[in-house]
């Protein structure tokens, strides 16, 4: 391969990676990897400057814009920093900064480096106006609604400041730049409650806080318990010419700044702050990856000045990730709610990035095959984004002669049933990005061995019934994973239907736990008033989501038409495909799910849709693909998605020749109008649209 050649294979390749870090929050690739792709792209640019190209990787920064907010221009561009792994790199960044500064005396802050979402909040007169991502780093997206939900960030600064403004320097309008980051006791909760319900872990937290402030619901948000620190400070009038004094007034004002920041005079103090923090950083409560250092004299900033996608007065010195040997004693096997066998690697104790390391998650048989896995295998082990324990590699010159290699089990662990091989759903339109991308938590078309015993598999007998109380299905908020436990050992419950008949008197032990074994049954009972598509959900149908279930209750509108439905009239509604269809008919097949269904239905549940919903539904926007963009004043956008699908469309994310419309609010983002004259799309107003229905 010549070197044009290699050129356009790594443009291509890093477009990629940008698209899957920026865009999906799925990265493929560790950030190390990624900067060795880049800086060789720019060496060979470097060598053949015939090959510029204005749309290469390295003449832009990545983007984390999305279409459903509404995008702002940044009043200072928000540049990446340059990445350095060594510290050799570091001694040169200093003698360069030393250089650029002809001699003259410097200061560098250090910093911890917050593996998280860049956000930028604007104040003025002492209030949050706008908080908007960093996005390209020309514009980003406007999520202040979201951000309002973060409590560590002031909306108002307190009286007390604003009378001492004279005092503490406080500007009419400043702008502060920080992260916005998950502790890690918020990710491992949601991982727990995500891995109880089967659905995709997030891989690390900085995942975890980005999908988090993107949700278009600030209830999501609220819940998720998000945390931000905040690192640079902008304005035309700020307290100081020095970046740490002003962090400092900034923390005076209520900011929450880190304590770990130092200012040091010389590289030996700088590599002395690296090398405390790489292995302090492991007691922080949230996620770091690294080191900023910056000239801490905004003048001498500003006369350093920037490259054409860096400042020259600032670098970043990135972490290693942790990667350890150690040997595959067994691989054992977990049984899901749905059936699903998922293998574990248990392994030689071995401390990585702060814990003790034993198991390792394998996802199924295609990645056992990829890796070629023996038992006795030394494996290498890393701990993607610090905490969930991941198989990279195996060091096969180590390998025992003796070594078997790992066969996938054949029979159920649980009740040795003879296991079942099937594919999980291709991605829909529905799964993919969508509420339905946790109905395999493989990922479509993967190959999953299921145990099809669900009515007598312990495992998924208690999977179904926690499922079936979580809080996104029958919301039965008294209860947990462990009481339900309890009740099944017991033998107070053997399915979802026998919650319904406990008693006070079954639960209420030596007779001291009245009022919460009351609270109980009344939060069961309460139950039967939670709509039809949510009683459709949690069923715990193999492979359908809430926006299935939805999507099925409005098109089925009652059970009864559901249960008797057909392969062709399930495949008749949009996003439910053949593998969905057929997992629904053996459902309703069964015998025993048809006895808890008509049991469940003696109970109460909602077994259809209510009248009022029966009267919203029409079909004036049947066939019908639309795009939402913009702010409302009349609904909300999750309000208007509701609307749009109770009148028979179709909500779409993007703009394409088989869009109908676009229902455009104020502020709709210029790319998207762009994009929407270009293929002669229509756009809808807010008021229009409304009439369209009503017409």
């Known amino acids: 391969m010549d070197e044009k050649q290699r050129i356009e294979q790594l443009r291509r390749e890093l477009h990629e990676h940008n698209y899957r870090y920026y865009v999906l929050n799925q990265p493929s690739i560790s950030d190390y990897d990624f900067d060795q792709l880049m800086h060789e792209l720019q060496d060979l640019e470097a060598r053949h400057p015939e090959l510029a190209d204005a749309n290469s990787p390295t003449q832009r920064v990545g983007s984390d814009l999305q279409s459903e907010f509404r995008q702002v221009t940044h009043k200072y561009p928000m540049l990446s920093l340059a990445n350095t792994y060594s510290e050799e790199d570091v001694r040169q960044w200093y003698d360069s900064v030393r250089k650029g500064l002809a001699g003259e005396p410097f200061e560098v802050c250090c910093e911890m480096k917050y593996d998280g979402l860049s956000i930028s909040l604007t104040y003025v007169d002492g209030r949050l106006t706008q908080a908007v991502t960093r996005g390209d780093g020309v514009q980003g997206d406007d999520v202040t609604q979201n951000v309002k939900t973060i409590r560590s960030i002031p909306l108002v600064l307190s009286e007390k400041v604003r009378v001492k403004s004279e005092e503490s320097s406080l500007p009419r309008e400043f702008e502060i730049r920080g992260e916005i980051l998950m502790p890690w006791k918020s990710f491992e909760r949601l991982n727990a409650e995500r891995e109880a319900a089967e659905e995709p872990l997030f891989a690390n937290p900085r995942n975890a806080a980005s999908g988090t402030l993107k949700s278009l619901d600030p209830k999501v948000v609220a819940s998720r318990q998000l945390d931000a620190y905040l690192y640079y400070l902008l304005g035309e009038e700020l307290p100081a010419d020095g970046h740490y004094e002003n962090l400092e007034a900034a923390r005076s004002w209520g900011f929450k700044i880190s304590e770990g920041m130092k200012k040091v005079r010389t590289v030996e103090e700088i590599l002395d702050f ?342 919203a539904q029409s079909d004036k926007l049947a066939g019908q693909s639309v795009v939402i963009s913009g702010v409302f004043q009349h609904h909300s956008r999750d309000e208007y998605k509701l609307i749009i699908e109770q009148n028979g469309g179709k909500n779409v994310g993007s703009i394409s020749g088989k869009t109908s419309f676009i229902l455009a609010g104020d502020n709709m983002g210029p790319s998207k109008l762009e994009k929407a004259k270009k293929l002669g799309i229509r756009i809808v107003s807010e008021d229009e649209f409304l009439d369209m229905l009503q017409s």
């Not at 595959?328 to 401390?351: D, H, I, K, S």
Request: charge should be neutral; charged fraction near 25%; glycine fraction near 8%.
């Open 274 to 615: 690296i090398n405390y923090w790489d292995t302090e950083r492991k007691n922080l409560p949230v996620a770091t990856d690294g080191i900023v250092l910056k000239v801490n004299s905004l003048r001498q900033q500003r006369a350093l000045g920037f490259t054409a996608k860096s400042p020259r007065w600032a670098i970043a010195y990135k972490f290693k990730a942790e990667r350890e040997q150690t040997r595959l004693l067994e691989v054992t096997y977990q049984v899901g709610r749905t059936g699903a066998v998922t293998p574990v690697a248990n392994m030689e104790p071995v401390q990585l990035a702060g814990t003790t390391v034993r198991r390792a998650t394998l996802n199924n048989e295609d990645f056992i095959r990829s890796f070629d896995l023996h038992i006795g295998d030394m494996v290498y082990v890393e701990k993607g984004g610090e905490i969930i324990p991941k198989i990279v590699g195996v060091n096969i010159d180590e390998r025992p002669i003796i070594a078997q290699p790992v066969q996938f089990i054949r029979r159920c662990p649980e009740c040795g049933t003879p296991l079942v091989k099937s594919l999980s759903p291709d991605p829909s339109p529905v799964g993919r990005g969508g509420s339905d991308s946790n109905t395999s938590p493989y990922g479509g078309g993967a190959s999953v061995w299921y145990c099809p015993n669900d009515a007598n598999c312990p495992p998924q007998i208690k999977g179904r019934i926690e499922h079936f109380i979580s809080r996104r299905a029958m919301n039965i908020d008294s209860l947990g994973p462990e009481t339900i436990d309890e009740y099944f050992r017991r033998g107070l419950i053997h399915n979802v239907a026998d919650l319904y008949d406990i008693q006070v008197q079954q639960i209420n032990g030596d007779g001291s736990r009245t009022k919460s074994a009351q609270r109980i049954v009344n939060g069961i009972a309460a139950s039967c008033q939670v709509p039809f598509e949510r009683v459709v959900f949690a069923l715990g149908i193999r492979f359908v989501g809430e926006t299935s279930a939805r999507l099925l209750a409005r098109h089925f509108k009652t059970m009864d038409a559901l249960m008797a439905a057909s392969l062709e009239d399930l495949q008749e509604v949009e996003g439910i495909g053949e593998v969905m269809a057929k997992s629904i008919i053996s459902y309703f097949h069964n015998e025993e799910n048809r006895r808890i269904v008509e049991r469940l239905r003696g109970y109460g549940l909602q077994f259809a849709l209510s009248a009022e919903q029966t009267a």
